[in-house]
């Protein structure tokens, strides 16, 4: 016969091996060494630390938490104060950066930050440098610590049961156990100014959550034997010994995947563990020390009330007329049965420990940007030079592309990227949505990107990003390349005007002196909207005053011009990412309404939709082929700052499209400072045909031209 007292123990058994099991992934978990969600600081400039705290935070399995800082001061008081674990220190100047420990050493979080840290630099193709800030010291094993007082706290108990009983039948011998508990907690108390890695000013308060520990898991266990008998020993153990395990494997919370770290810091071992930590690090342990508090209450409260009603229903009592005698174990059974605890319990820890795996590698991740080898141009100094280098065959990775806008690096290079780009396979040529290319004197390379595709990656395999102008902002060491890019969709990929724009948007690189450029963050600007009358922002961009000036060009879909309108906002350089700062020039001042910015030329008899902005001389020239495909005239608009108004000029040049051949030409944009004149400026035009197989049979017929002209 199955009696209450079988079930419960049977119930209670079940619980405690469903915990075993439960926190088995955990444990495995923990055993790889890696961070869940550890809080971190990005320490660099705003504009890429932002986007990188970000792309931190996406990391597979979410190692980081991140937050990015500008102020390295600010961001090692944080570390002092315990506020995070670790801080990054980018250094854009070179390849290396730096991780910040804090003092207080815990082996396996600092292992286990460094080896995240280090794939997430790789990733970028960085490396990374370790420090220390302040004296180094060792921390204590505070989830050892924690778990071994509560364990002590049980094993007491068992011994006391297995010596007297599992219930205390008079008051003296309740006392007595009590005593125990509390000569236990005592030693504990006395012996924490010994504990390695404990300051002698935080001993008192880990000496008191040590202690705490111990009584709060005594009483527990006392309490709940007295309830239940061995159900109730064997609920202790799953409380007390078994949900808490993975901090014997994990060292530090932080180690520990969601929902451990919350679990386990609201059991006594876990409180204990963190009380410990908190003091020995400086900080206060009120909420550890009040939870262990008041379940060491808890449990007294419990044995007190028993007392009235334990000695009639303890399972230590001899049998009654109403209680069957097997329902009442003998001394020598209830110590077998203890005996059997015991053996449960560390086989189950034995297995677990022996079954754990060594720590895993940090997850590999893709490589970062890389550049081709140097394709000879020879000198280039005149036009003719330029329209040669175009015919040169170059690098597989680039056999033809549209746009052609550039910028000059603080090293002496000048940075090229490109729409719809050409490149040679196995597979023969196809086409990828973008491209860059580093150039120097005599020598061009392609930056070839993780996997071999776009420089400004696709958007979920679907839409692409066509480059329209550059910027360059030099910085000590390195510079920061933004990129305007318009999104777009394609339609039908044989047919050249087979796709469909959807917004603009901006992408960042970070250029080390001589180094290949590696992407920060690509944002894209506004929702996806097909409407043409939707500003394409930064169809043109240019600095001044300390201002980044992105025009947006528009065209109204009931009228079908042919040239489309323009407009401008401006935004501080380091925000362009911020799409919330931008401002709008609404022809008096600037708004933070995007549809109040005011036409600065009108759609009809306008611009290209990419085209260049610059300025020479205090004055401004807008630059573009008047009316797009189907215009021909090269015409200068003019004004006397940024804002306009602008003023057409005569044509300076003409440049139809061959509507017999299929020949497109198209996109011109000037190069101010490309081989700079007085009183002219050099400019490139696109090609391409309407027949793409032509262009794929000979990529020549899709490469830019160069020509000057006069400034009006």
């Known amino acids: 016969m199955i009696t209450r007292r079988r079930l419960r123990t049977l119930a209670a058994l079940a619980l405690l091996v469903g915990a075993l099991l439960a926190v088995l992934p955990a444990v495995d978990d923990a055993a790889a060494g890696r961070t869940h969600g550890a809080p ?67 082996d396996d979080l600092d292992a286990a930050l460094v080896r995240e840290a280090r794939a997430a630099e790789e990733r970028r193709g960085r490396t990374l440098a370790v420090e220390r800030v302040g004296p180094v010291r060792d921390a204590p094993a505070y989830d050892a610590l924690g778990l071994a007082a509560v364990a002590a706290a049980f094993v007491l108990v068992l011994v006391v049961s297995l010596v007297w009983g599992p219930f205390a039948r008079t008051l003296p011998r309740g006392l007595l156990r009590l005593a125990a508990l509390g000569a236990l907690a005592a030693v504990v108390l006395g012996t924490a100014q010994l504990l390695p890695g404990v300051p002698g000013a935080a001993a008192p308060e880990v000496g008191a959550a040590l202690a705490l520990g111990v009584l709060a898991a005594g009483c527990l266990t006392l309490a709940l034997e007295a309830l239940a008998g061995l159900a109730g020993l064997l609920l202790a153990a799953a409380l007390l010994l078994v949900v808490p395990l993975p901090l014997l494997v994990a060292e530090d919370p932080l180690l520990l995947a969601d929902p451990w770290p919350g679990v386990t810091r609201w059991t006594p071992a876990g409180a204990v563990a963190e009380a410990v930590r908190d003091s020995a690090a400086g900080g206060g342990a009120q909420r550890e020390l009040l939870l262990l508090a008041v379940v060491a209450a808890v449990g007294l409260l419990v044995l007190a009330l028993t007392r009235f009603d334990g000695v009639r229903t303890s399972p230590a009592v001899p049998a009654r007329a109403d209680r069957p005698a097997d329902d009442v174990p003998t001394t020598g059974r209830w110590r077998l049965q203890l005996l059997a605890v015991l053996a449960l319990l560390a086989g189950g820890v034995v297995l677990t420990l022996a079954l754990l795996p060594g720590p895993d590698d940090a997850e590999a991740y893709p490589s ?193 011009p042919t040239g489309f309108s323009l407009r401008v906002a401006r935004v501080r350089p380091d925000d362009v990412l911020e799409t919330d700062r931008w401002r709008y020039w609404d022809g008096s001042a600037w708004v933070a309404d995007s549809g109040a910015a005011a036409e600065l030329v009108p759609a009809e008899g306008g611009t290209s939709q990419t085209l260049s902005v610059f300025e020479r001389d205090g004055r401004w020239f807008a630059f573009s082929k008047r009316d797009e495909f189907l215009g021909s005239d090269l015409v200068f608009w003019t004004a006397p700052a940024p804002t306009g108004p602008f003023t057409a000029q005569p044509p300076v040049a003409d440049l139809p499209s061959d509507s017999a051949g299929g020949e497109l030409r198209y996109m011109p944009l000037a190069h101010p400072d490309l081989l700079p004149e007085a009183g002219s400026v050099l400019v490139s035009y696109s090609r391409n045909s309407t027949d793409v197989g032509r262009v794929l049979d000979d990529p020549l017929l899709y490469r830019p031209r160069f020509l000057r002209v006069p400034l009006p």
């Not at 399995?61 to 600010?74: I, K, L, Q």
């Not at 086409?431 to 993780?450: D, I, K, T, W, Y």
């Not at 839409?463 to 318009?486: E, F, I, K, N």
């Open 40 to 106: 971190v600081l990005l320490v660099g400039p705003e504009v890429v630390v932002g986007p990188l705290a970000r792309d931190v935070d996406a990391l597979p399995g979410s190692p980081f938490d991140a937050e990015p800082e500008d102020d390295r001061a600010t961001a090692e008081a944080a570390l002092a104060a315990g506020d995070v674990v670790a801080v990054l220190v980018l250094d854009l100047r070179r390849t290396q950066d730096t991780l910040l420990l804090p003092r207080l050493r815990t």
């Open 368 to 560: 970062l940007a890389s550049a081709t080898t140097c394709e000879p141009t020879g000198p280039v100094r005149t036009v003719a030079d330029l329209n040669r280098v175009t015919e040169l065959r170059g690098s597989p990775q680039f056999q033809g592309g549209d746009v052609g806008a550039e910028a000059a690096l603080q090293d002496g290079r000048r940075v090229w990227v490109f729409g719809d780009t050409l490149r040679a396979g196995d597979g023969g040529r196809s086409f990828v949505r973008n491209s860059m290319l580093v150039v120097e004197p005599g020598c061009l390379q392609v930056v070839v990107p993780a996997g071999g595709g776009a420089v400004i990656p696709d958007r979920d395999g679907q839409v692409g990003y066509w480059p329209m102008s550059v910027v360059v902002r030099g910085r000590p060491g390195y510079d920061l390349v933004t990129v305007t890019a318009q999104r777009v969709r394609s339609t039908d990929r044989t047919d050249a005007f087979g796709f469909g724009n959807l917004g603009p948007a901006v992408a960042l690189y970070v250029v080390p002196r001589g180094e290949t450029p590696q992407l920060v963050s690509r944002v894209d600007v506004g929702e996806d909207s097909a409407d043409p009358a939707r500003p394409m922002w930064g169809a043109a961009t240019a600095l001044a005053d300390g201002w980044l000036h992105l025009y947006g060009t528009a065209r109204p879909e009931a009228d079908a």
